[in-house]
């Protein structure tokens, strides 16, 4: 080989020896794991007042404050994360949390909070600031939600963050078998978040994702969101997280028998002296409730018609007393008087009163005037009546219409869990203001009634209000429809008098009239003896607390003989 051929081997062999050492450190490059580190404050982003809030293994949208030293959570996090049992009082500024024999109030800014059992406050001193208000921004000290809720948290510093748990149950874990890091991306380009020692355990997060190859998605203990190889970690396995908050018991005062109950409308402070004709024909009766409160004006005072020698004629007839409340007065807006504190608390207080005062057995609530946006504040008053009457041994029961879609915010299952007795009132399907004539209660509405109520109210709580009126309807020829309400009796005799046989209707579960008279056409769904029996076979089969029924003194005597035999 000539000189020059020696020189063009080596040339060549240079160049490529050059170029394996280029690729060699580009694939040595490649293949070497970065050393970068992320910092933690870069990659958690808040400033110095802030908290970054974690959920369970989620990074939430919203920002926790800190202030003086404490972690603060914004109301609307606490009751739609945590517990829907705290109440903010956007007009008054206060909080308020009510507990099955507790009402806890703090006042916005102070290091002190009230309880009240039953119409007398104490104050309890706090440790630091339970709520703090910043224009309509509403924040509660997260140690202040941890002690009623079922949630606890840990707290970390640069940046700050704090991790909540809240959903307990089984969760997949791993463990680091090597030496490793948490990058921020499943990349080992990716930057350092930190570095896990050998036995360091990690729950998965994001399990939804698509997987990406050779990583996982995980969370370290100290609320920290990255990528870990998997080639040094152990095959997943399941944790359980437990709690052991004791969820507080709201204890009723239900009967372990069915009951029975009648409603008694009256008028003045003497419906005591036909009482006892009235009682005198029923059977197997429990509780007699008179219409004898209605709510006065916005400020919660109320109007009562009630009497010492009702009770007492009742009590001596065996029957249990349960004032009613009511909120017809057209005039009063149950916003005004529900959304204020002070209002709820004076209306609560004047009831209980009442109830103390006239020895009453229990107080039954009749709110059937609710604007849809009183909704939170109507449950808010139950929850704070039924303290107090938890406390004095009176009975709580709330009326309440058949569930529908447009009544939802009377939250029946909330009221399953605060008061005793969910009184779901099965009749006026067709009202008097109806634009058609119909049923006053078919058996088909009064099954939904049922149906829909035990999906949310327990049936030890569920009791089912019958009717004990029918209406007549008149439609005109121009298409006019009105009514007019009748009792058993009556209703009877006006097809009676008119000559007309009523036929049964299976679809209603009632007897169906209807005649031609002075140029107008009248219909009738009679309600008797039969038609109520069709429905007391329903709630019979139910197993639901009992039945009531509107109102005293329209029913036909053998009624009782029909109710008694479903009742027993």
């Not at 006053?440 to 035990?454: C, E, M, R």
Request: hydrophobic share 40%; aromatic share 12%.
């Amino acid at each position: 080989m000539d000189k020059r051929s020696k020189i063009a081997v080596i040339g060549t062999t240079s160049v490529i020896l050059i170029i394996l050492i280029i690729v060699g450190i580009a694939i040595t490059k490649k293949l070497t794991p970065s050393d970068e580190v992320m910092l933690l404050t870069d990659y958690y982003q808040v400033e110095d007042s802030e908290v970054l809030i974690i959920l369970q293994d989620r990074i939430y949208e919203k920002k926790g404050m800190l202030l003086d030293g404490k972690v603060y959570l914004d109301y609307e996090t606490v009751i739609q994360e945590f517990n829907h049992r705290f109440y903010w009082d956007y007009n008054e500024n206060v909080l308020t949390y009510t507990t099955p024999n507790e009402i806890l109030q703090v006042e916005a800014g102070k290091n002190q909070y009230s309880v009240t059992k039953s119409m007398i406050k104490t104050k309890t001193d706090s440790e630091y600031q339970i709520v703090k208000v910043f224009a309509d921004q509403v924040y509660i000290a997260i140690d202040f939600v941890e002690k009623y809720s079922d949630m606890n948290y840990k707290y970390h510093i640069n940046p700050n963050r704090v991790i909540i748990n809240y959903k307990w149950g089984d969760y997949l874990f791993t463990e680091v078998t090597k030496k490793t890091q948490l990058r921020q991306d499943a990349n080992i380009k990716s930057p350092i978040l930190t570095d896990l020692p050998i036995g360091t355990s990690l729950m998965y997060v994001a399990m939804e994702e698509a997987p990406k190859k050779g990583f996982s998605k995980v969370m370290t203990q100290e609320g920290v969101i990255g990528y870990v190889r998997n080639k040094h970690i152990k095959e997943s396995f399941y944790k359980t997280l437990t709690s052991d908050f004791i969820e507080p018991r709201y204890t009723t005062q239900t009967r372990s028998e069915k009951i029975n109950i009648i409603f008694h409308q009256v008028f003045n402070e003497d419906a005591a002296d036909n009482l006892e004709a009235l009682i005198k024909p029923t059977k197997g009766l429990d509780v007699v409730v008179p219409t004898w409160f209605s709510v006065n004006d916005v400020s919660g005072t109320i109007s009562s018609i009630a009497s010492e020698e009702y009770v007492q004629k009742a009590k001596d007839l065996g029957l249990e007393v349960w004032g009613l409340i009511d909120d017809f007065n057209p005039e009063i807006d149950m916003f005004e008087v529900l959304s204020y504190t002070s209002r709820r608390e004076t209306l609560s207080n004047a009831l209980i009163e009442a109830a103390l005062k006239y020895k009453l057995n229990g107080i039954n609530i009749d709110f059937e005037k609710i604007p849809s946006n009183a909704g939170t504040h109507f449950i808010q008053f139950l929850r704070e009546l039924s303290v107090k009457c938890r406390n004095n041994g009176i009975v709580l029961s709330v009326d309440n219409y058949v569930p529908a879609p447009y009544t939802a915010y009377y939250n029946r299952e909330e009221q399953g869990e605060i008061v005793d007795y969910v009184i779901i009132m099965a009749y006026d399907e067709y009202y008097a203001g109806s634009e058609v004539a119909g049923p006053v209660a078919s058996i088909g509405f009064v099954k939904d009634a049922v149906s829909n109520t035990l999906a949310m109210v327990p049936k030890e709580k569920t009791i089912i209000a019958i009717p004990f009126y029918t209406r007549l309807w008149k439609e005109t020829p121009d298409g006019e429809v009105s009514s007019e309400s009748f009792s058993m009796t009556p209703a009877e005799n006006i097809l009676k008098d008119n000559g007309i046989e009523p036929e049964w209707d299976e679809t209603y579960g009632s007897y169906y009239a209807e005649y031609e008279k002075d140029g107008a056409t009248y219909r009738m769904w009679q309600e008797e003896e039969k038609s109520i029996e069709e429905k007391l076979k329903v709630i019979y089969e139910a197993d639901v607390a009992g039945i009531a029924a509107w109102k005293l003194g329209l029913e036909k005597e053998n009624i009782w003989n029909v109710i008694t035999r479903y009742l027993q």
